[in-house]
């Protein structure tokens, strides 16, 4: 924002960004700083229609990106098996396998669990089509070839290995429904 001078009243206008930022004045529309900035951004970076992709738990956790699913899941897994469940809350968070992470690791049993979202892993049950673009941005086919490959690496590292699909966690009876939907 400018000065202006003062009018013949004596006072002086403010000036408001017009042009460069369209028409956006923060002193009437924003309290501070960083909402300034926020109304900024989607006024003049954010496309029409673009949804926020917002964390499920929102910004604030444990720095491992893990779903309520799954960590829902591995609960219910443990205590139906008896097994202690290593994941991104325990204390030292996700196992590592090279550069990946293993959703759950049971040490007792050397064996690894890996909790594949329909969406983020492209389930070929749910999203069949290969070129169907997902919301990362990449198409299924795609995505189901790098998964392939990370699944691939870490099976060659830990054999024992058991994958379960968002879709079919949701459709085992009983306990697991009951306890993954609050």
């Given at each position: 924002?400018t000065?202006?001078?003062?009018?013949?009243?004596?006072?002086?206008?403010?000036?408001?960004?017009?042009?460069?930022?369209?028409?956006?004045?923060?002193?009437?529309?924003?309290?501070?700083?960083?909402?300034?900035?926020?109304?900024?951004?989607?006024?003049?970076?954010?496309?029409?229609?673009?949804?926020?992709?917002?964390?499920?738990?929102?910004?604030?956790?444990?720095?491992?990106?893990?779903?309520?699913l799954?960590?829902?899941?591995?609960?219910?897994?443990?205590?139906?098996?008896?097994?202690?469940?290593?994941?991104?809350?325990?204390?030292?968070?996700?196992?590592?396998?090279?550069?990946?992470?293993?959703d759950?690791?049971?040490?007792?049993?050397?064996?690894?669990?890996?909790?594949?979202?329909?969406?983020?892993?492209?389930?070929?049950?749910?999203?069949?089509?290969?070129?169907?673009?997902l919301?990362?941005?990449?198409?299924?086919?795609?995505?189901?070839?790098?998964?392939?490959?990370?699944?691939d690496?870490?099976?060659?590292?830990?054999?024992?290995?058991?994958?379960?699909?968002?879709?079919?966690?949701?459709?085992?009876?009983?306990?697991?429904?009951?306890?993954?939907?609050?």
């Open positions: 924002m000065k202006r001078p003062a009018g013949p009243d004596g006072k002086a206008d403010r000036a408001a960004y017009k042009t460069p930022h369209n028409g956006i004045d923060p002193v009437r529309h924003c309290v501070t700083i960083a909402s300034a900035c926020m109304r900024h951004f989607r006024t003049n970076h954010l496309k029409p229609g673009h949804w926020a992709l917002v964390p499920e738990k929102g910004y604030d956790s444990c720095g491992d990106n893990q779903s309520e799954a960590l829902n899941f591995m609960q219910w897994y443990a205590e139906k098996h008896g097994v202690r469940i290593q994941n991104a809350f325990s204390a030292d968070g996700e196992k590592r396998v090279g550069n990946f992470r293993l759950g690791w049971i040490e007792s049993q050397q064996k690894g669990l890996e909790i594949h979202g329909c969406v983020w892993h492209a389930c070929a049950k749910c999203y069949p089509d290969d070129n169907e673009v919301t990362c941005g990449k198409s299924a086919g795609r995505i189901r070839e790098l998964n392939q490959k990370r699944m690496f870490i099976v060659g590292k830990i054999p024992n290995v058991e994958v379960f699909w968002q879709c079919e966690i949701e459709a085992m009876p009983g306990a697991v429904t009951d306890k993954l939907r609050p």
